[in-house]
């Protein structure tokens, strides 16, 4: 075949189940001979822990390979120490040209016919060589026998076990120093873009951190390969196919990262069908549509896409299992699974399989699944999910409250020492979860920020463990206490204060759209970004535009709805909004300029019976705590002078 430029067939991906997918690339891969375990190498056993042997493992030493004694104390012969008792002890002679009993100590050899040792705790001494005994011992008592633990020949490990550190010790001890195990699959991944730039560049619009390949390869190596990461490739067709073939002459696997959907720039599936064969062009999941599975050369050439949590998912569900059989391995890892109550309604695209991130806690008896923000590019998504729940294709979502299965992504031993928290976002809570860490303290934060109102009905649907507050009350100016008696009649709360904070208005270094006061937001030419509805922050403005008699409705990007503080000062510092009202350590923290409004309470809402538990105890006691307080003053914009104290108890 004469390779150029590719031909001008432009590509739509298709829309195969994973199933099927899965049975095409890997019938093509048996096929062609690729599924076969990697050949044999034989390195150290001290450099062998998770590699996975090639063979049994037999031993060639015994362990112990001689008669030992267990302990320290005189060897004797069991037959001379009958008849020995409290009143009629039996004297031996030690070391004595007789010899009746030795001094050994632990892993000495035992002496030739002595077959017992007994403990020098259990001796009394008289004189200088002899020593009384009270109590007669048995033949071997005290003894390690020759192959006690290990006989030469026997079957230490089995063919395609993955080592452990204890099974290095009893290798070691069966007197292997070396061990033949698989070799480690070599993968090498190509990034693909123009816009990719190095982790460490200074940052200019249209750039993107090339960070995937630092996921994807220590994916890779937790999975027992061996990956190597090629130079960022640009989007040129010539050069991401000559760059493919010279990966596929040295490793067992190519990905190409991004560049594996149908836009004009779009190059893998056209490199891989001019190399050899494509499989597959496009998966009906989500995220990772656009996958593309091919082989090339001889060897599997695979298109990942370039949105890193489509990234990391497709590898998983794809790679892994051809990882795990290149081991020999039967599959890869299987995750344990809890069932668990989803808090909110999720709604499904019915053609794909979805694959749903959600964080876990227990509340009371139920386990409770929050999902977390959605999207194939939301990089956090993959550091916050505790779990992992599929929604099946041609199922139109889960409805709150529906039971789930969820593959576990932590130990669930975390997962159950987890407090949940539901409500208005703060970034005393984040700096909360990571002094919750550390000892003493020893517990885990899960905090999902959907606004107070949202916060309080969680409570009443135990959902939660607390939840973050600060709705005012526009007729008395008090904080949360009336909205608690609203929206959780009956039920037994402690309010705790965790900050005073100011709120204000958040804009641009230099103030470039001359922002002074909330008035300004009824001004045409100022573009605003709210938060969302049922949040403390959206109800204080509409408080404040009540108080000025004008009308919402009026404000250039009210129904423009953010989710956390954070959030909205990211979107005033990216330029896409001139301002928006938030705290004043969010807007520190993005080095935006800061028009103060008002000061505000900030309290926790926990239920009774979660506030007197043992889990929250970590919690209350960090509120207490002057380091914490300290870092919280030193994020500026709070008033530390209650925090801790309870505010009321209702109910």
Avoid at 249 to 269: F, M, P, Q, R
Avoid at 545 to 557: I, R, T
Avoid at 598 to 613: C, F, G, K, M, W
Wanted: aromatic share 4%.
């Amino acid at each position: 075949m004469t390779l150029g430029q590719p031909n001008q067939r432009r590509y739509y991906l298709s829309d195969i189940p994973l199933e099927e997918a899965r049975d095409r690339f890997y019938t093509a891969l048996r096929d062609a001979g690729l599924l076969e375990a990697m050949p044999p190498e034989v390195v150290p056993v001290a450099t062998a822990r998770g590699r996975v042997t090639s063979g049994p493992v037999w031993a060639a030493k015994s362990s112990p390979h001689y008669d030992a004694a267990a302990m320290d104390g005189i060897a004797v012969r069991a037959a001379d120490t009958t008849g020995a008792t409290e009143t009629s002890p039996v004297t031996l002679a030690v070391n004595d040209p007789g010899q009746q009993a030795v001094w050994v100590d632990t892993g000495d050899p035992m002496p030739s016919g002595f077959d017992a040792v007994i403990m020098v705790e259990h001796l009394h001494k008289v004189g200088e060589n002899h020593v009384s005994i009270m109590d007669p011992v048995a033949p071997w008592q005290h003894v390690r026998p020759l192959g006690e633990d290990i006989i030469a020949t026997e079957l230490v490990l089995t063919e395609n076990h993955q080592l452990s550190p204890a099974d290095l010790g009893a290798c070691a001890a069966a007197g292997l120093a070396h061990l033949s195990v698989r070799r480690r699959p070599s993968v090498a991944i190509i990034p693909t873009g123009n816009e990719l730039v190095p982790v460490g560049t200074d940052l200019q619009p249209g750039d993107i951190v090339e960070f995937n390949s630092i996921m994807l390869s220590a994916q890779l190596e937790e999975w027992g390969a061996v990956a190597t990461v090629v130079d960022p490739v640009r989007d040129d067709f010539v050069a991401i196919r000559d760059a493919a073939i010279e990966a596929l002459k040295t490793h067992d696997l190519v990905i190409i990262n991004a560049g594996s959907s149908a836009g004009s720039e779009d190059y893998t599936a056209l490199v891989v069908e001019e190399l050899g064969e494509l499989l597959v062009h496009g998966i009906a999941v989500r995220p990772g549509h656009p996958v593309v599975l091919g082989l090339a050369r001889g060897k599997p050439l695979v298109g990942l896409p370039g949105y890193p949590v489509s990234t990391m998912l497709t590898a998983e569900l794809l790679l892994q299992p051809l990882i795990a059989r290149w081991l020999g391995q039967a599959r890869g890892g299987q995750r344990p699974i809890v069932h668990a109550q989803i808090t909110r309604k999720v709604t499904s695209s019915t053609g794909e399989d979805e694959f749903l991130r959600v964080k876990l806690g227990r509340v009371g008896e139920r386990m409770v699944a929050t999902p977390v923000q959605r999207g194939a590019g939301v990089i956090m998504s993959l550091v916050r999910a505790d779990g992992l729940v599929k929604i099946p294709r041609f199922s139109e979502g889960m409805e709150a409250g529906a039971e789930v299965a969820v593959e576990l992504l932590r130990p669930l031993a975390e997962v159950e020492n987890t407090i949940v928290a539901i409500g208005s976002h703060d970034l005393t809570l984040d700096l909360m979860s990571s002094f919750l860490r550390r000892a003493p303290f020893g517990a885990n934060l899960s905090s999902s920020h959907i606004g107070s109102l949202g916060g309080l009905i969680a409570l009443r649907r135990g959902e939660a463990h607390l939840a973050g507050s600060h709705l005012l009350d526009e007729t008395t100016g008090k904080y949360n206490l009336s909205y608690i008696e609203r929206y959780l009649p009956q039920f037994p709360v402690v309010l705790v204060n965790l900050v005073g904070r100011v709120q204000g208005l958040m804009v641009r270094p230099g103030n470039p759209s001359g922002i002074h006061s909330l008035s300004d937001l009824m001004r045409p030419d100022v573009t605003f970004v709210n938060r969302q509805r049922g949040s403390g922050t959206r109800v204080l403005l509409d408080y404040k535009l009540g108080e000025m008699g004008a009308d919402p409705e009026a404000v250039n990007g009210y129904l423009r709805e953010e989710f956390s503080h954070l959030a909205v000062a990211a979107t005033v510092s990216g330029g896409s909004a001139d301002v928006g009202l938030g705290i004043l350590s969010a807007a520190r923290a993005l080095g935006l300029e800061f028009i103060p409004l008002a000061n505000e309470q900030y309290d926790l809402v926990i239920p009774r019976t979660h506030y007197e538990s043992d889990l929250l105890q970590p919690l209350l006691a960090l509120l207490i705590s002057e380091e914490f307080r300290q870092a919280v003053h030193e994020l500026g914009g709070y008033d530390i002078s209650r925090m801790g104290q309870v505010q009321a108890e209702i109910g």
